[in-house]
């Protein structure tokens, strides 16, 4: 009994941890489709994020100026991105779209002009250029204690504070949103932007606060990815967690609390795909390692297409909004 609660712990362990880029990203796209932006792009923004922020931390030594570096660069892809939307009013599916293209290709092309590595940053082997995990108080004589010791030991103790961060922006977000006055008129604007114009808000401002907390999410996910998660950057290394984010989104209904319970999903269904490699099933044999990293992605699609029912999303998501005068 005992092995099997901590060996669920563990299990539970490696599903919050995979899951922290997924509740980053898609809280991000939360806040930006909430204000009408509709954003695919969270793959490029985590993917330029991940870059920036291996880059700092190997140059510097330090996790934190890492960080800064990766929410910058996700911020001015956010920007950008803001821009082509709200300004040019142009085609927010094309624009991320050109984010993740763009992304993808300078991540890889500066990251080997820099370090000749294939497009690889170098690894960050200092304690401090990484995020690490943090023990609590207690933890480790807390193991020897049956059914509450595992689980305090290995799944509440022993994350870095990017993990604990991620957790604690789910009640920040659904606060925001529901309990203040700038989430109401946030809300309004991806509902009925002319109502929110009319009421002498400015909508253009609030679709950048959406886009500015998006991006600042986003570079929260990708330094996780190669700071926390990892010991340096992979070119693609986000491996379509920005667009699982999305599905996430959508399962969800674009609500901040069922938005974290997908993501714990997904990052379940990660955790027990590797726990599934290397394992023999009776009359088929060793399953493939290609067939269990491939489960997490089409059980994405069976729960979106099975499950989810009708999904509506914002009203105004996706439609340029030209002042009225």
Not at 218 to 223: E, I, L, S
Request: with cysteine.
């Amino acid at each position: 009994m005992e092995d099997a609660i901590a060996s669920a712990a563990l299990i539970l362990s490696s599903s919050l941890r995979l899951s922290v880029p997924l509740i980053f990203a898609c809280l991000a796209g939360l806040w930006s489709e909430r204000a009408g932006i509709f954003d695919i792009g969270l793959e490029g923004k985590m993917l330029v994020a991940a870059f920036a922020s291996a880059a700092a931390a190997s140059a510097s030594g330090n996790a934190w100026v890492g960080l800064g570096a990766g929410i910058l660069a996700s911020l001015a892809f956010a920007l950008a991105h803001g821009f082509a939307s709200i300004e040019a009013r142009g085609n927010q599916i094309v624009s991320g779209a050109a984010v993740n293209l763009l992304a993808a290709g300078l991540t890889a092309t500066v990251g080997n002009a820099w370090y000749g590595q294939g497009g690889r940053t170098p690894q960050l082997t200092a304690a401090a250029s990484r995020f690490e995990g943090m023990a609590w108080p207690g933890a480790g004589a807390a193991g020897a204690v049956p059914v509450v010791g595992p689980i305090y030991r290995d799944l509440v103790s022993g994350h870095d504070v990017l993990t604990y961060l991620a957790l604690l922006a789910v009640p920040l977000t659904a606060f925001a949103l529901y309990r203040t006055r700038f989430g109401l008129r946030l809300r309004a604007t991806g509902e009925n932007p002319a109502a929110v114009d009319t009421a002498g808000v400015s909508v253009r401002g609030i679709r950048y606060s959406g886009v500015i907390i998006a991006g600042l999410l986003c570079g929260f996910a990708g330094t996780y990815l190669s700071v926390g998660q990892a010991a340096g950057f992979l070119t693609g290394m986000t491996a379509g967690k920005g667009f699982i984010a999305l599905a996430a989104l959508v399962f969800a209904k674009w609500r901040p609390w069922p938005a974290l319970a997908t993501c714990l999903l997904f990052g379940f269904l990660d955790a027990a795909a590797i726990r599934l490699q290397g394992t023999a099933v009776a009359g088929l044999g060793e399953i493939p390692v290609q067939a269990i990293q491939a489960l997490p992605y089409i059980l994405t699609v069976v729960l979106l297409a099975g499950f989810i029912g009708r999904a509506v999303p914002p009203k105004a998501g996706g439609i340029p909004y030209t002042k009225e005068r």
